[in-house]
């Protein structure tokens, strides 16, 4: 089982910027997608999460408006679309898979942002 982040990286405030999650091993379908990030000193918080069949979406306030989370089930990907940066979403990104009635749940090793001019 794999989930690999990409699109990290140093960048400057305002623009996109796109986080891709590429999984594997897994039943991809059937599992809820969230993103999460961590700054330094901080606790682990939930950006944005995706229901398995892309119908149910849920953000946190601080990126409502800005962030964007999307997933391609056929090529068992997840993404999430960064507008509007600031300098406060500086933070590893971590994906995640979640099968709902079973519990089981898988990690990425995550993926950094550093949003700074």
């Known amino acids: 089982v794999q989930l690999v982040e990409s699109g990290g990286g140093l960048v400057q405030p305002g623009g996109s910027l796109r986080l891709s999650c590429t999984a594997s091993g897994f039943t991809f379908r059937n599992y809820l997608m969230r993103w999460y990030r961590q700054a330094p000193g901080r606790e682990r918080e939930l950006v944005a999460a995706?229901?398995?069949?892309?119908?149910?979406?849920d953000y946190a306030d601080s990126v409502k408006g800005r962030f964007t989370i999307s997933r391609d089930n056929p090529k068992n990907t997840v993404c999430l679309q960064m507008t509007s940066r600031r300098p406060e979403d500086t933070s590893v990104y971590f994906c995640s898979a979640e099968n709902g009635p079973t519990g089981q749940d898988y990690w990425g090793k995550g993926t950094k942002i550093t949003v700074s001019s």
């Open positions: 995706m229901s398995p069949g892309g119908g149910l979406l």
